[in-house]
């Protein structure tokens, strides 16, 4: 069956830090992946999207970036922290528009 | 562009009582509806989904949910609710044209009272 891993499950970081969160999926192949960040009363803000190895589609000019080195890895990162970062981020994969979303448990991070 | 509209971030309702959460949706191409439940400090789970045929979608946990293309919604009910209910309910689309996008409403907040 497929799993998917995400880590951590909480992080405290300072203002102006560096950033790396990782999401593996196993028990299936050419996922697409997703990040996304949940805010209170926001619901769910898409982050980045990737259909393939290499292949990053970006939702909103911001803070972050995201990668996809292998095919069922995806990591968000950051160079420099904002106290806007703060927030729940959540990956999730799916084998198409007609498949569901399989979120993994989310990372709570916060930012001091 | 798509958007979900989930008018009640919060909804009360007592034990035992009916419930329905509101999800209406806009797009310009046909879309895939999809409802989700979030348990504190946890990712979503897919609750159900509307793909194609019968308009009425049943979960295995007793909700059920109608698409209804003239009001573009997929309103989420359940007859009788339970304390183990209580979580945030989302409402997702999908639509048909390949860009593997997924667009989620606000959230509604269900919250059974004893």
């Known amino acids: 069956s497929q799993t998917i891993h995400q880590w951590p499950a909480t992080l405290v970081q300072p203002v102006g830090s560096p950033l790396s969160l990782e999401c593996t999926v196993e028990g299936t192949s050419n996922p697409n992946l997703y990040w996304y960040r949940q805010a209170a009363g926001r619901g769910l803000q898409l982050l980045f999207y990737?259909?393939?190895?290499?292949?990053i589609s970006s939702e909103v000019p911001q803070n972050l970036s995201a990668s996809r080195p292998q095919d069922r890895q995806f990591i968000l990162s950051s160079k420099k922290l904002l106290l806007s970062d703060s927030g729940f981020y959540l990956c999730a994969w799916s084998l198409g528009d007609s498949q569901p979303q399989h979120f993994g448990d989310g990372t709570r991070l916060s930012i001091l | 562009a798509q958007s979900v509209t989930q008018l009640d971030s919060q909804v009360p309702v007592f034990e035992e009582a009916p419930v329905e959460l509101r999800c209406n949706y806009s797009?310009?191409?046909?879309?895939?509806l999809f409802w989700y439940v979030q348990y504190p400090n946890q990712g979503l789970q897919l609750l159900l989904k509307y793909l194609s045929g019968s308009t009425l979608v049943e979960s295995i946990n007793g909700f059920e949910a109608e698409f209804n293309k003239s009001q573009t919604s997929f309103h989420l009910r359940k007859p009788s609710v339970h304390i183990s209910d209580t979580a945030e309910y989302f409402c997702a689309v999908s639509d048909k044209s390949g860009t593997y996008k997924y667009i989620f409403g606000t959230g509604t907040r269900l919250k059974v009272l004893a």
């Open positions: 797009s310009s191409v046909s879309v895939y």
């Open positions: 990737s259909v393939g190895i290499g292949q």
